[in-house]
């Protein structure tokens, strides 16, 4: 069975850093595209990054050069470095796997990341 | 940017009612396009891919169709399980979802 489980989110202050883990199982993270996708509380969702099979990586113009998309072979864990940190990224980060390209068939249950003074 | 613009933003209905789901796009998508239903505190749940392909275990009521820039999401018979929030995603280029569309009963 396919299980995608996060962690790592927390509060922290503007300017600050976090890194957001990702474990799956019933599958090889490697072998897969996979994605972080985030939900501004009462809001829609937004594609945040994607890391191909390859390790090609793409970013979504908001969180170009502060995040980080990778992963851990050996743990099966996609990982998510988040630096300098605005309000404007309070939200459910959630982790999903590629059904092909760029669909998700699968996604975790979310981990809250709060920005706040 | 692809924009993504869906209507209405808010739908009232019954059980058994027929009902679709419009979603627009600034630009040529093609038919990469996929639906996703997601309900309150929940991850999104994966249910048109390509426009039109079913994903594995979505009932045969949900159904996708359009190509270009207008597609549409249609519930032939609305079931109780069915009232949630629903996003449509560009993947021509990048990726980018509509604001939601929130079914709700009537």
């Known amino acids: 069975e396919v299980q995608l489980v996060e962690s790592g989110g927390n509060l922290v202050q503007p300017g600050g850093s976090l890194r957001l883990s990702c474990a799956a199982s019933?599958?090889?993270?490697?072998?897969?595209?996979m994605s972080w996708v985030r939900q501004a509380p009462g809001k829609g969702l937004e594609w945040v990054s994607i890391?191909?099979?390859?390790?090609?990586?793409y970013y979504a113009d908001s969180v170009k050069g502060r995040f980080t998309i990778s992963r851990d072979n050996s743990k099966n864990t996609l990982y998510l470095q988040m630096n300098r940190l605005r309000g404007d990224d309070t939200a459910v980060y959630y982790c999903?796997?590629?059904?092909?390209?760029?669909?998700?068939?699968?996604w975790g249950q979310g981990t809250l990341v709060t920005v706040s003074s | 940017d692809i924009q993504m613009t869906q209507s209405p933003s808010t739908l009232s209905a019954s059980v058994g009612d027929r009902v679709t789901i419009t979603c627009r796009a600034s630009?040529?998508?093609?038919?990469?396009l996929a639906w996703y239903q997601q309900k309150p505190g929940k991850a999104p749940k994966l249910l048109i891919y390509k426009a039109s392909s079913l994903e594995s275990g979505v009932p045969s009521r949900f159904s996708g169709s359009g190509s270009g820039t207008e597609f549409t999401l249609t519930i032939s018979s609305l079931q109780p399980d069915d009232f949630a929030t629903y996003y449509c995603q560009q993947y021509n280029n990048y990726c980018t979802f509509g604001q939601g569309t929130k079914l709700e009963i009537k």
């Open positions: 019933g599958f090889t993270v490697s072998t897969n595209y």
């Open positions: 890391i191909y099979t390859g390790g090609t990586t």
């Open positions: 630009h040529s998508i093609s038919t990469w």
């Open positions: 999903a796997k590629s059904l092909s390209g760029w669909t998700f068939d699968y």
